[in-house]
C-alpha cells in the first residue's frame, strides 16, 4: 500500500512570509492558502451603502471597515470580510502588528457566483462560532439580505429595513445596501 506524507497545516505567521499577489486576494483556510479572485463592482456596491450609513457613527461606536482581515482561529485563519465592525474595545486591544483575534462582531459577506452553499454556510458558522454576534449574507441576485444571530436568521426583501442587534442605533434600508 503506497503512504502518502500529510502536508502541514501553514501557520498564520508562515502565510505572512508568502509573497503578496497583485491578482488575487489570498487567505488563509484551516491552514491552506486560498486564492480568490478579487471583489467585482457589485460586491463592492453592496458593501459601500452599508458602510456609508456606518461612517457618521464609526468613531463612537467602534471600527467600520471594508476588506477587513482578521483570524477567526488563533494559527491557521486569516480571512478577508467584504465589510466589518469592531466594538472599540476589542479594537484598541489588537496588537498593531497583527490583526484582530476571533472574528469581528459585525460581518456583512456578498455572495459571488463563486460561492457555494456549503462555503456560506461553513463561513457563518466559522464567524458565529468564534465572536461574531451578527453575520449577513448579501444575496444581490435576489436582492435579499439573511442576517442571522446565534440565535437564528431571517431573511428581509428589498422593502425592509434591517435594524442591528449589535451596533447601537444602526438601521439600513435593504434597498440601501443595493442601489449606488
Known sequence: MPVTAATAMMTVEEFRRLPESDTHIVELHHGEVVRMTRPKKLHYDCTHGIHDALSPQARKLGLAAR??????MQEHELRVAGFA???PVRWRQTDLD?????SPEFVVEAVSPSNTADELQELKHLYLRTGCLEYWT?????LQVEVATRAGASVYEINGH???VV???FR???RDIFED
Open 67 to 72: 476588506e477587513f482581515t482578521f483570524r477567526p
Open 85 to 87: 465592525w469592531v466594538n
Open 98 to 102: 497583527d490583526n484582530l483575534h476571533g
Open 138 to 142: 448579501v444575496y444581490p441576485k435576489l
Open 162 to 164: 434591517i435594524d442591528s
Open 167 to 169: 451596533i447601537p442605533d
Open 172 to 174: 439600513i434600508a435593504v
